[in-house]
């Protein structure tokens, strides 16, 4: 059983930062690609950006030089950094876990809020 739990969703105030983390468990030898996506009221859930194991990030076109993601590989953890948030950016950011072999498919964490308001 494999298990995604996030971390770090609070309220902001527009201008503010948040930092959000991400920890995969169970039965997980290796995570092939791990990222956040965002769901903000009246949108789909669309990607912020989701690294392999080894090699190139996936953007998604939301990115805007105010995120930034990092992984740590043998933790099976993700964070991402959030800048200058602004209250468009109010929604549930998922944290989602891609495994192969005997765990093989996709994982979604709960997704905290992150409301941006004054």
């Known amino acids: 059983q494999v298990q995604v739990v996030e971390s770090g969703g609070d309220l902001v105030q527009p201008g503010g930062s948040l930092k959000l983390s991400c920890a995969v468990s169970?039965?997980?030898?290796?995570?092939?690609?791990m990222g956040w996506y965002r769901q903000t009221p009246g949108r789909q859930r669309e990607l912020v950006a989701i690294?392999?194991?080894?090699?190139?990030?996936e953007y998604g076109d939301i990115m805007k030089g105010r995120f930034t993601i990092t992984r740590h590989n043998a933790a099976h953890t993700a964070a991402l950094q959030m800048n200058d948030l602004v209250p468009e950016e109010t929604g549930v950011y998922y944290c989602?876990?891609?495994?192969?072999?005997?765990?093989?498919?996709?994982?979604w964490g709960q997704g905290p809020q992150v409301p941006v308001s004054s």
């Open positions: 169970g039965r997980v030898t290796s995570v092939y690609r």
């Open positions: 690294m392999p194991y080894l090699g190139n990030t």
């Open positions: 989602r876990a891609e495994l192969r072999g005997l765990q093989a498919g996709a994982y």
